[in-house]
């Protein structure tokens, strides 16, 4: 077979495919030098390995109502990119940052739709950059979102925030969603978080902590306050371990606290123990009304306005407004449960998923204060799900209470001022010790 002539069309066409296929490689060549991965053997639940971005099907694009910034080395990779249809809108809708505002992670920013809030790379619901550049061209949250991963002890793990609509429905819906698996995966190193033993702990303690919580959280055979109000004990004690030094008895706090719950004593000793509907809206309410403003899609502003009609905040028609909240509130969590029988342990699992996301009791200043942040976010979501209950004149479909929990963890999970709002609130409530903190937990 010959070769076509220099000046034939044929000869051009051949020119230009082979310039193409040059730049396709000098390309995949930077962006291994840019983002370099590496092969890991992955633990994760078992709803990690079966996700699948949904693309056009998702009700809540993650595209839409954050700032994505962009690091200083990929700014650069988008500007050397030529002869490609993204070429153009790499440029024009990738804005640099300027002044205190930019630094080498956060050098610019996607510029977003003004009309739709979403990204200006989101076509027909996938995103233009993945499909031109390839996965490991994309910035770091666009990358990561909705994963989080992190390696202890040499065994790297994955979660998903529940913030994505489809790792929502896995993670709530699925049979088995946290039996974990293990699999290899290929992984961005920069993506993927050392964590150490922290506050003098050795590994195998930090890691027997970490296990016994979880497999706490997943006990049965206790309601989920009584598993809140146990795990609250424990990171109380641990506390105390840790602030006198003596954390080499961690382990023996460990045992005689398994010890405890295997006899049943711990049991008795919850029985007396006081709740308040009373407390748990007036605290839970002045929190939801400073963050539910932070909606940013037509999915979130739907569910606001829902929870806030179910609940009637801020709606003064009532002789005693707080009264009133009070009793929608009871009322809604009578319908939640009501439309919880016979379903999987919702939140439950989403207390499971929070203790994975956040290396419980270990993303703290203390275990206590790790602690505190699981039930300002379980307390939260409970007030969240009964104004949806409250709202519906029948009983809620679990495909609505999935989308609740969607809503939330894109509302409040991201929101760094939340934890701060919710421990400035208890105290002004005298409510941070753990037997005052009970009342926020206990549920009839």
């Known amino acids: 077979m010959g070769f076509p002539q220099r000046n034939s069309l044929t000869y051009t066409k051949c020119v230009l495919v082979h310039v193409a296929l040059v730049v396709q490689i000098l390309l995949v060549a930077m962006a291994s030098k840019l983002n370099p991965e590496r092969t890991y053997s992955l633990l994760t639940?078992?709803?990690v390995q079966a996700f699948e971005c949904s693309g056009p099907a998702c009700e809540d694009t993650c595209c839409a109502g954050w700032n994505i910034t962009v690091d200083k080395a990929t700014f650069k990779f988008y500007?050397?990119?030529?002869?490609?249809?993204?070429?153009?809108?790499?440029?024009?809708q990738t804005k640099r940052l300027s002044g205190d505002a930019q630094s080498n992670q956060n050098y610019a920013q996607l510029v977003m739709n003004p009309e739709t809030k979403e990204c200006g790379f989101l076509d027909d619901g996938w995103c233009a950059i993945h499909k031109e550049l390839g996965e490991n061209h994309l910035p770091k949250t666009c990358y990561t979102f909705p994963r989080s991963s992190y390696k202890f002890m040499g065994q790297a793990e994955q979660v998903l925030s529940l913030g994505c609509p489809e790792a929502a429905r896995l993670a709530l819906l699925?049979?088995?969603p946290f039996d974990f698996v293990s699999y290899e995966a290929s992984i961005r190193t920069s993506a993927v978080h050392n964590i150490q033993a922290p506050w003098g702990l050795s590994d195998q303690a930090t890691n027997e902590i970490r296990i016994f919580s979880l497999q706490l959280m997943r006990t049965e055979s206790l309601a989920l306050w009584q598993r809140l109000v146990v795990l609250g004990v424990f990171c109380e004690n641990l506390n105390a371990l840790i602030d006198s030094k003596q954390q080499d008895k961690a382990l023996a706090l460990l045992q005689d606290l398994i010890g405890t719950i295997e006899s049943g004593q711990i049991l008795d000793a919850l029985q007396d123990m006081a709740s308040s509907t009373s407390v748990q809206a007036s605290?839970?309410?002045?929190?939801?009304?400073?963050?539910a403003a932070e909606a940013k899609s037509a999915h979130q502003t739907r569910f606001v306005e829902k929870i806030n009609a179910g609940l009637q905040v801020g709606m003064q028609t009532a002789a005693n407004p707080s009264e009133q909240l009070r009793a929608n509130y009871e009322d809604g969590l009578k319908k939640l449960a009501r439309s919880l029988e016979g379903q999987l342990g919702l939140l439950e699992r989403v207390a499971v998923n929070e203790m994975l996301l956040d290396f419980f009791p270990f993303n703290s200043k203390s275990p206590y204060e790790s602690f505190v942040k699981l039930v300002a976010r379980i307390g939260l979501l409970r007030f969240m799900l009964a104004g949806v209950c409250k709202a519906n004149p029948d009983k809620t479909d679990i495909q609505e209470l999935v989308s609740t929990v969607q809503v939330f963890y894109r509302l409040f999970r991201h929101n760094d001022l939340f934890t701060q709002q919710f421990n400035d609130l208890l105290r002004t409530a005298n409510l941070d010790g753990l037997n005052q903190l009970v009342v926020l937990i206990k549920s009839d």
């Open 174 to 176: 699925s049979p088995a």
């Open 79 to 92: 500007k050397q990119v030529e002869k490609s249809e993204i070429s153009e809108r790499l440029n024009t």
């Open 283 to 291: 605290l839970f309410n002045p929190l939801w009304k400073a963050c």
């Open 45 to 47: 639940p078992a709803y």
